[in-house]
């Protein structure tokens, strides 16, 4: 038990992302009705954030809107209350394709401000995009999920928050692991919380680590007072031997540890509460 206890843990939950498949992991959802259904599991196991990709029917990453507003639309309705988080990233879209859906209003998007290497590309980034998608999570008021997959982005989201350019309260998210970006280190790792703390005190923040490292990463966020992030968009695997068979699989590891430091699992209302969202509007009947 330690001296956290007490303090809630918000549980995200990355459903699908845009590179895992079916011949990785039949598990993987990729449909707007297996996403759904998935992610009703993963909130009845401890997640208060849904992470949304999607995807075409060949199971490759889109950004079409229409298909962002039908999950939308049925996230509210099977798990209301949920909080629903549309990804901007690069590998489903080109230039300002990656946030054709925000006028959809989610009540988060997940940004990232800064460029990086990802096992066979180069993640783009450029200034000029970064300051629109934030533009336009102001104009429709949504709070960014800033992605740090370097130091030196957790730093420009500090900048950017302090000149008014991003909505809402600071939410930072590390994530370790991604080869040729930043490994999962826990000296690396205790140096971002550090940095948060000292840097942008108050602010909240959460860790993802890939693959393997997605639970190690999970433990040592829970345990230092931060959030954290599962599911199969990062991680197939339970282990080295066993697919992992849901997303709520994959969450309620990550619930169990709260438990182990004795950390209650927050509920959507504690977590808009933390993020400083807006309540959720109650479905329409």
Partial sequence: MSDLSGNPCIL????????????????????ITEQVESSHAAVEAGASIIHAHVRNDDETPSSDPEKFARLKQELNRICPGVIVQFSTGGRSGAGRERGGMLSLRPDMASLSVGSNNFPTRVYENPPDLVAWLASEMVKYQIVP?????????ILQAIRMHEAGALYGRLYVQFVMGVKNAMPADKAVFDFYVQTMRARAPGAAWCAAGIGPNQIVVNEWAIAAGGHTRAGLEDNVRLDRKTLAPSNAALIRRAADLCEKYGRPVASPEQARRILGLEEALAPAP
């Fill in 12 to 31: 995200c939950c990355a459903i699908t992302g845009s590179v895992p498949r079916k011949s990785d992991n039949p598990a993987v959802p990729i449909s």
């Fill in 145 to 153: 999920e800033v992605e740090g997959f370097d130091l030196s982005h």
